[in-house]
Nanobody, 125 residues
């Protein structure tokens, strides 16, 4: 059974940085496209960033472009999200996602197969 686990969320001051971590366990024979989404109570799940398994091609949502960086770790099926210049608008629950098809990261949350439980990021002054 595939499990996705993310960590690293906490309170951070406006303008600060934070790194989230995520790993996939269970069926490690596959190489997963991995991504990050975020959600607030008032909004649908929003695409933040994604990365393919082999070529490590990255893609970003508009809110993340230029501030956030997604990258894969040395261990297969691990991924990190480095977030810089954080603002209160970045406050949300951040979810790690994985897809076994291995293609480009889709910005549509309905097209992802596996999800973590979420980690809360709170940004304030």
């Amino acid at each position: 059974q595939v499990q996705v686990a993310e960590s690293g969320g906490r309170w951070v001051q406006t303008g600060g940085s934070l790194r989230l971590s995520c790993s996939v366990s269970g069926d490690t024979s596959r190489r997963y496209t991995m991504g990050w989404f975020r959600q607030t109570p008032a909004n649908d799940r929003e695409f933040v960033a994604g990365i393919t398994p082999i070529s490590r091609r990255t893609s970003y949502g508009a809110s993340a472009e230029g501030r956030f960086t997604i990258y894969r770790g040395n261990a297969m099926n691990t991924v990190y999200l480095q977030m810089n210049s954080l603002t209160p608008d970045d406050t949300a629950v951040y979810y790690c996602s994985a897809d076994s098809a291995g293609g480009l990261a889709s910005p549509n949350f309905l097209e992802w197969g596996y999800w973590g439980q979420g980690t809360q990021v709170t940004v304030s002054s």
